[in-house]
């Protein structure tokens, strides 16, 4: 796979990635100005050379890639012979630019109608998917990369192995099933959305259940029935769809905000 496949490959599935280029020659070196190599977490596409001067720039991109950092580019210049002990004995600038993975993980339990519309449109988003159901035969469509299918007979057992600040979609076919993924949803106190496919009503007699349970009004703050903008109104399962995909997108933006809002002040209250 060369460079250019690699990045459309990560891309579908979500992957973070850093693209490493040739910058600059000086003298004698493996590979001229302008090669590249990709290098995701744990392995490389296409090659600038190969020797020391690959391994330290492999080396250095899955640091750049595993801090999750502001930095997204940097330069760095070896010089083969001095510092690599490379018999070419060049220079050589490479220029590393960072392509984080997506930090939008949504579980979606349920496979119905609304679910695979919603399917359809999440293919066009940069996120991952985590899909689960008890029935396979509903699983028979492909799906892209970023989108992982799992059929669990017991699909709540799924949600403590979730990633954290993760947004939730319940949409089962069974509303005990329901009850029980919204209950460990809540009790995981790290997500940042549960939504609930249905009425008002069916929110109402949730949060009720809930309540009786011990749970707090605050934890059940994330807990959202009906799903979707409140001002788009169908009962079509593709409308529906665009209406949750719309309201995933506005919290996720308004969290991404949050996020940054808060490096800032302490930012600024650091430097004082």
């Not at 809930?210 to 703050?221: A, D, F, I, R, S």
């Amino acid at each position: 796979m060369n460079w250019m496949q690699a990045i459309s490959t990560l891309t579908n599935q979500a992957q973070g990635y850093v693209l490493v280029t040739v910058l600059e020659t000086k003298g004698s070196s493996p590979r001229d100005t302008g090669t590249k190599m990709v290098v995701s977490a744990d392995e490389s596409f296409d090659t600038i050379g190969g020797g020391a001067l690959e391994y330290q720039s492999i080396e250095i991109a899955q640091e750049l890639l595993s801090a999750n950092k502001a930095t997204r580019q940097m330069t760095k210049t070896f010089n083969l012979g001095r510092d690599l002990k490379q018999c070419c004995g060049g220079v050589v600038k490479v220029f590393f630019e960072v392509f984080p993975a997506s930090n939008f993980n949504i579980v979606i339990f349920g496979a119905g109608h609304i679910a695979k519309s919603l399917i359809k449109i999440l293919e066009e988003v940069e996120c991952q998917v985590s899909w689960f159901d008890s029935r396979p035969e509903l699983f028979s469509e492909e799906c892209a990369l970023h989108i992982r299918k799992q059929v669990m007979s017991q699909p709540e057992l799924a949600v403590e192995s979730c990633k954290v600040n993760s947004y939730f979609l319940v949409m089962t076919h069974d509303h005990a099933l329901d009850q029980q993924l919204c209950e460990s949803i809540i009790s995981r106190g790290d997500s940042v959305y549960c939504g609930l496919i249905g009425s008002a009503t069916k929110g109402l007699k949730f949060r009720q259940r809930l309540l009786k349970k011990n749970y707090t009004q605050q934890e059940l703050n994330i807990l959202t029935c009906p799903v979707g903008l409140s001002i788009l109104k169908s009962k079509k399962p593709m409308e529906i769809a665009v209406s949750i995909s719309a309201e995933l997108i506005f919290l996720r933006n308004k969290e991404s905000q949050n996020s940054q809002s808060n490096v800032t002040c302490i930012l600024e209250l650091s430097s004082k």
